[in-house]
C-alpha cells in the first residue's frame, strides 16, 4: 500500500505540538516521525507551518435526522462538520423522529445516514419517561452512551424525565456501564421565575435569562450527584460550548433570538468561570451543541425569547470561535485538540480510533491555519439553514482542509469525494 506522509512544522499530538511527518497507510495512521525519518518513496505533502490537528470530535450535535431533516439532516451537518474540521459527529437522541429511545429508533437512523454521510457519526440513545426496558437493548445495539432532560426540551417525540423515572431507569444504565449525560436544569426554579415574568418585555435577553435562573442549574447537578452516588452509574465529565465561552449575555442585541439556547448565555463574569474551569480541569470537553431549526422558528420578526426556538448552530465555526479565545488566554492547540478532540471521543468510547495524532489511529486531520484571519460570512456556514449569531464576527484561524480515514473530506469551500462516513462503533 502506497506510504503517504503529512510533514508540518506544528503537528498536535498528546505530546504537544511539534515538528512531525505523520506517516498514513490507507485510512490509519501508521506512525508519526521527525520529518528527517520519513522513508524514500513515501509520497510526501509538505503543510509548512500550518498546523495539524487530529480531527475534531463532537459529542453533542443535533442532526435531526430521520424526520426533521428540514431542520438539518445528514448531508448538510457532516458537510458544515467537514468544513469545521469535524470528523466524527454524536448524534443526540431528540429532534429525530422516531427519537433514538429504542432499538427500532437507531435503525432508523442507521438507514438515514447510509450513504449519506461526509464524515463518521454515532448516536447516543435517549432515556426518557416510559422507555427503561429499552435501555440494556440501545447498549447492546451499539449506542455508547444515553441522555435525558430533567425539563420539557420543547420537542415532540422526546419527554423529559422526572426524578421518579430517572430512578426506575438508573439500575438499567447502571448495567450497562455506559455514561448517562444530563441536560441540567431542574423545573421548578425555572417554572417560578417565568410566572413571575409573565407581564415582562420578552424581546430583551435579561428577561430569557432571569426565567432560567442559575439555581435550576445547581439544583439539578445536586440531585444528579446524589443519584450516582445511590446508583453508581457513570455520570463524571462536564461540558460547555463555544458560545458560553464567547459570547457574554450584556452583549446580547434586543431581539436577537439567534442567541437563545438552554441553559442560557449568562453574563461576563460566567464566561471567564468557564475558562477558568478549563484551565483548571474541571471542565472535561467542548461541543457545539449544533441545534439548528428553520429560520421562522427563530420568530426574528417578533423578537419573542419566550417563543423562538432555542439553539446555536456552530459546527463550521466552532475552531476559529475557540481557538480566537484560547489563544487570546495563553492557551495553545494541544488544549484545543483536548478539548475538542480527545476528550469527547472518549466520553463517546471511540477513542481507541478517534480524538488523537497517534500510530494505529484513524488518519483523521484537520489542516489549520493559525496566523489566518477571515470573517464569518453566510457561505461560510454549509448546514441547511445558514443563520448564526456568529455572522460578521472576525475570527482568528482559517480550516484549510479536512481528512477522514486518510481521504480529504474538504479544501478551500469545496467537498471532494463520495460521501464516505460512517458509523463509529468501538
Ligand atoms: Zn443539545
Known sequence: MRLRAFVSRRVVTPQGVRPA??????????????????????????FGETAILPGLVDSHVHINDPGRADWEGFE?????????????????PLNCLPATTTVEGLDAKRA???????????????????????????????????????VPPGIDGFTMVTEAQLRAALPHVARTGLPLLVHAELPGPIDRATQELEDADWSCYPTYLKSRPEEAELSAIRLLLSLCREYNFRLVSVETCPHYLHIAAETIPKGATLFKCAPPIRGRDNCE???????????????????????????LADANFKTAWGGIAS?????????????????????IARWMAEAPAKLARCDKQKGRIAAGYDADFVVFGPEDEFEISRDRLHYRHAVSPYLGEKLQGVVKATYLRGKEVFRAGEFPGEATGRECRC
Open 21 to 46: 511527518a505523520i506517516l498514513v497507510e490507507g485510512e490509519l495512521v501508521r506512525e508519526v516521525v521527525t520529518p528527517e525519518q520519513v522513508p524514500a518513496g513515501a509520497d510526501l505533502q509538505d
Open 76 to 92: 448538510t451537518a457532516t458537510r458544515a462538520a467537514a468544513a469545521g474540521g469535524y470528523t466524527l459527529l454524536v448524534d443526540m
Open 112 to 150: 438515514a445516514a447510509k450513504d449519506r454521510c461526509r464524515v463518521d457519526w454515532a448516536a447516543w440513545g435517549g432515556v426518557v419517561a416510559d422507555n427503561q426496558n429499552a435501555i440494556e437493548s440501545l447498549a447492546h445495539a451499539g449506542v455508547p452512551g444515553f441522555k435525558c432532560f430533567l
Open 273 to 299: 468561570k468557564l475558562w477558568q474551569g478549563l484551565r483548571d480541569g474541571i471542565i472535561d470537553l467542548v461541543a457545539t451543541d449544533h441545534s439548528p431549526c428553520p429560520l421562522e422558528m427563530k420568530r
Open 315 to 335: 459546527l463550521s465555526v466552532a475552531l476559529p470561535v475557540m481557538y480566537t479565545e484560547a489563544r487570546a488566554r495563553g492557551f495553545t492547540l494541544a488544549d
